[in-house]
Structures are given as C-alpha cells and as structure tokens.
C-alpha cells in the first residue's frame, strides 16, 4: 500500500470513528437513566471512551459538540455548558492518554479520567448555580454528577483497556 493510500484510510477511519461517537454521545445525551431525585445521562461513558482512543481535536469534537448537540435537539438550556465542560473533559483525558507517560498508557488514562471527571462536576456544578441562579439547585444535583463521571470513568476505561477498544483502533490506523 502507498504512503497515500494509508493516510487516507487513516483519515476515513479516524472521520467515522469521530463521527460514530458523536452520534452515541448525541443520543446518550438525550436521555436518562431515571434514579430517585432525577435522571443518570450515560454519555460520559461515550466521552471517556473515545477521548482515551483519539487525538484531542475529535475527542473535543466528539465530547463537547456531540453534547451540546445533544442538549440543542432535547433540552437547549445547558447546551453551552455541555460544550465548555465535556469537550474540556474530553481534551484532559485525551491529551493525558496519548502525551503524558507514554510507557504507561493505561495509568494516564486513569488520571486523564479522573481529572476529567473532576472538570465535569464542577463544570456542571458551575454551569447549574449560573443557568437557573440558585447554588442550593446546583448542589442538590451533585451527587448525581459525581455518579454520571464515575460510572463513565470507570466503564470508559473498562471498554478501552479490558474489552480493548484501544487495540482495535489502533489495529485499524496501524499506528
């Protein structure tokens, strides 16, 4: 195969890749897991996973564009918090992931995770005091954004690592 031939078909398999989580995380955004005192949304799972496989730029695209998406289509209100938190939180764990410890992949993921997950509670935490002007509505939330980041954390980081998502990437690109 040329050198042209691969980085097209690196190209195509990174824009569809881009484009297919951006697509879960529009439709995992949209709605929730009922628990007692509110909804469980499951698009961090979407973010973490695909912020740990690709670069910064499509993890942006896919956590922070396919959120505000998300939020545009069912319920516009946070749609520019969704932007600024997720697609941050997708840029920390994705620039961890791929540029920090570069011999230990899966502990950078772990913290890239885990500071992402710091950034969309307080992101979130922020965003609700500012959008609907009570701090007491923003902490009466927090418990379920501190559960929205660990479970995606936790099954972002099992998809990539123990099901091997990232090998199969990786296998595709032949990186």
């Known amino acids: ?12 398999v990174w824009l569809c890749t881009t484009a297919l989580f951006m697509a879960l995380n529009v439709v995992m955004s949209s709605f929730g897991v009922p628990v007692p005192g509110g909804h469980l949304y499951m ?8 912020a740990i496989i690709l670069d910064p730029f499509a993890a942006f695209m896919v956590g922070g564009v396919g959120a505000f998406l ?3 289509f069912f319920y516009p209100l946070p749609m520019f918090v969704s932007l600024v938190t997720h697609g941050l939180q997708a ?3 994705s620039v961890f992931s791929h540029y920090v410890m570069k011999k ?18 307080v992101g979130y935490s922020l965003g609700r005091a500012f959008i609907y002007s009570t701090p007491e509505y923003a ?19 099992l998809l990539c690592w123990k099901v091997g998502i990232v090998k199969l990437y990786e296998r595709l ?3």
Do not use: E, F, W
């Open 1 to 12: 195969m040329s050198d042209k031939a691969i980085s097209t078909k690196r190209t195509t």
């Open 104 to 121: 230990h992949r899966v502990l950078a993921s772990g913290i890239g995770v885990a500071i992402g997950a710091v950034i969309m509670v």
């Open 173 to 175: 690109t032949k990186r």
């Open 139 to 157: 902490v009466m939330k927090l418990p379920y954004q501190i559960l929205q980041a660990a479970v995606g954390a936790v099954l972002g980081m």
């Open 43 to 50: 698009n961090d799972i979407i973010i973490c996973t695909a």
């Open 91 to 93: 840029v920390v764990i």
């Open 70 to 72: 998300g939020d545009l």
